[in-house]
């Protein structure tokens, strides 16, 4: 499926232009909030939708979405030291998630969509934490953040097969053109 889009941006150029810019920066800011408390949700509805209490599955799915919970606090408090009010503004990156989520049929194909989803959400981590010249408030958070993240992709990562992979990746790849659309 093609979609015709403007060409994608690095993540480390979308960063330097979002850094220097604080309305852009506060309302990334509270893109990220929104996105750690509903990654929470999402994993948390996946877990007791297809994972069977007591499986290796359940167990990683619980720690990935307190990990996640944590995020959002520590996002929060963010917000908060800016003088802001850590609440979730708009829907969730609806463009992404109404592709990939329809694609969930099982334990594997939901997983195979969280390593899609997380593997794109590494990059821009990893910019951010990587950046000696972002705000040093925003850049210790999300080197906070990385290692986690990375967890993440590996543990759902472990939890796909090749077939589930493959099933949920065009559609993510249609749900990232659009998102970078959005951005
Ligand atoms: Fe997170
Ligand atoms: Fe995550």
Redo the contacts with the bound molecule.
Sequence with gaps: MHVATSAPRSSAAWWAETRTDPERLHAWLFAQYR??VT??QRIVALRDAHAAPDSRAFRLLTVIAE??R???EWVGELLRARGLVAEVRGAAEARYWQQTLPGIADLATGCAVGAHAEAM?LERIAAIAGDAEAPPDIREVFAR?LP??RF?ARAFGSLTTPESLAATRAAHELGRALLGLEA
């Design positions: 996105g750690e990654a929470a990990q996640e944590s995020h959002a959400r953040i986690q993240e993440h």
